[in-house]
Nanobody
């Protein structure tokens, strides 16, 4: 089993930036990594994915503002968030998918004030 630990959340004003990090307890080299988020009263939604080869995909709501990246040597993934909006407020979760293995972090809260 892989343990994932997110960090970097916090309170930021609209228009500001934050960088989320996710540390994995095992190799992520052959895994698809992703960030999800869940706002109060809403379902968890996919924010961004990064494949083992480095290709990325983003939800339309964050395209051009968020950047997902990974460092396989450090077993880390990141989410650089810019031009934050109040509607980005949510708990952000790190996700790993490799073969039949799915792992989730405990989440980190991002609050964007208007």
């Amino acid at each position: 089993q892989v343990q994932l630990v997110e960090s970097g959340g916090g309170l930021v004003q609209a228009g500001g930036s934050l960088r989320l990090s996710c540390a994995a307890s095992a190799s992520i080299s052959f895994a698809t990594m992703a960030w999800y988020r869940q706002a109060p009263g809403k379902q968890r939604e996919l924010v961004a994915t990064i494949m083992s080869g480095g290709s990325t995909n983003y939800a339309d709501s964050v395209k051009g503002r968020f950047t997902i990246s990974r460092d396989n040597a450090k077993n880390m993934q990141y989410l650089q968030m810019a031009s934050l909006k109040p509607e980005d407020t949510a708990v952000y979760y790190c996700n790993l998918h490799r073969s039949t293995l799915y792992a989730w972090g405990q989440g980190t809260l991002v609050t964007v004030s208007s």
